[in-house]
């Protein structure tokens, strides 16, 4: 996915591709076959772009590595806090809106997510960063229960029951059809709330997810 802060100035663009270009093809080599597809001449081979076009916009290898983390954690950090933070009713309300970005590829995007674990495996520097962005997450969602009075303790283990399911889902690729996971829905909020949603929040929810039954 482009951000518009990944785009360049028309003169940056054209025969040298863009900022946003050259990161979206290293986040679809990255996720499709790893952190070694990610090198500069394959990647400039797949665009039908020189090599040398590829340093207007990164001074080596490894400020792409990094402009895909910051990336990583704008996208599907930022996406998670944001949702966290956002206005509902109730807290089951809120939890749906957590729940949802989870089902949203453009919000949050689960094998990239996959992908930056399984890198934080190789280098003590990425699992540091992966470390900061589950905090943040989970403080996030703490925070969000704290609003709706539950107290720090048992708003930590809400939290965690929320977050450690959903990277479950991710980490174990789980196979599962948005039609099944529906009619899982209200028994996980129960579950991470106490409290059943009510049909005007499904019906909301399933249309902030794009699901039609």
Do not use: C
């Amino acid at each position: 996915m482009t951000r518009a802060s990944d785009r360049q100035d028309d003169r940056d663009s054209g025969w040298r591709g863009s900022r946003g270009v050259w990161l979206d093809a290293a986040q679809a080599a990255f996720i499709d076959s790893g952190l070694d597809a990610v090198k500069i001449l394959p990647l400039a081979e797949g665009l039908g772009l020189s090599r040398t076009s590829f340093y207007w916009f990164f001074k080596d290898r490894a400020a792409l590595l990094d402009a895909l983390l910051e990336r990583w954690e704008a996208m599907n950090t930022g996406s998670l806090v944001a949702a966290a933070e956002a206005y509902a009713e109730t807290v089951t309300e809120a939890t749906l809106n957590v729940t949802a970005v989870f089902l949203d590829p453009a919000r949050f995007e689960p094998r990239f997510d996959l992908a930056v674990r399984g890198w934080a495996h190789r280098a003590d520097a990425v699992a540091a960063r992966v470390n900061t962005a589950d905090e943040t997450r989970l403080a996030a969602i703490r925070a969000m229960f704290a609003r709706y009075g539950y107290d720090p303790a048992e708003a930590d283990v809400r939290a965690r029951t929320v977050y450690l399911v959903q990277i479950g889902y991710i980490s174990m690729q789980v196979q599962e059809t948005l039609a099944l996971r529906m009619t899982r829905i209200p028994a996980y909020v129960q579950t991470f709330t106490g409290w059943l949603p009510t049909e005007a929040e499904m019906r909301r929810f399933q249309a902030q997810v794009g699901f039609r039954e």
